[in-house]
């Protein structure tokens, strides 16, 4: 069982930066595959950026490259996730998810999530 609890979310105005936090609890965190996630109001939750199992490989969305780092710290058993140059657009309810096989980008095949942190980017 894995617990993961996110933090670092805020409101921010449009260009900012924040740094989400995800820690994780409970069984060894490095053998996870790590992926965040946000759903706006009104919207799917979607894809933002993962880390593989191995931590060699990362992926994001189109609409968050160049913008959004995904890091992690397996000594502190959190992942982050770093969100410069912040638009509007990326309000959202952000969660990170711990995948224990090859869930890649698809939802369902991620085994625990968060309780997700609100992020809010005025104009």
């Known amino acids: 069982q894995v617990q993961l609890v996110e933090s670092g979310g805020g409101l921010v105005q449009a260009g900012g930066s924040l740094r989400l936090s995800c820690a994780a609890l409970?069984?060894?965190?490095?053998?996870?595959?790590m992926g965040w996630f946000r759903q706006a109001p009104g919207k799917e939750r979607e894809f933002v950026a993962r880390?593989?199992?191995?931590?060699?490989?990362?992926d994001y969305a189109d609409s968050v490259k160049g913008r959004f780092t995904i890091s992690r710290d397996n000594a502190k058993n959190t992942v982050y996730l770093q969100m410069n140059s912040l638009k509007p657009e990326d309000t959202a309810v952000y969660y990170c998810?711990?995948?224990?096989?090859?869930?890649?980008?698809?939802?369902?095949?991620?085994?625990?999530w968060g309780q997700g942190t609100q992020v809010t980017v005025s104009s």
């Open positions: 998810a711990a995948d224990s096989g090859l869930a890649g980008r698809v939802q369902r095949r991620y085994d625990y």
């Open positions: 409970g069984r060894t965190f490095s053998t996870y595959g």
């Open positions: 880390f593989s199992r191995s931590g060699s490989a990362t």
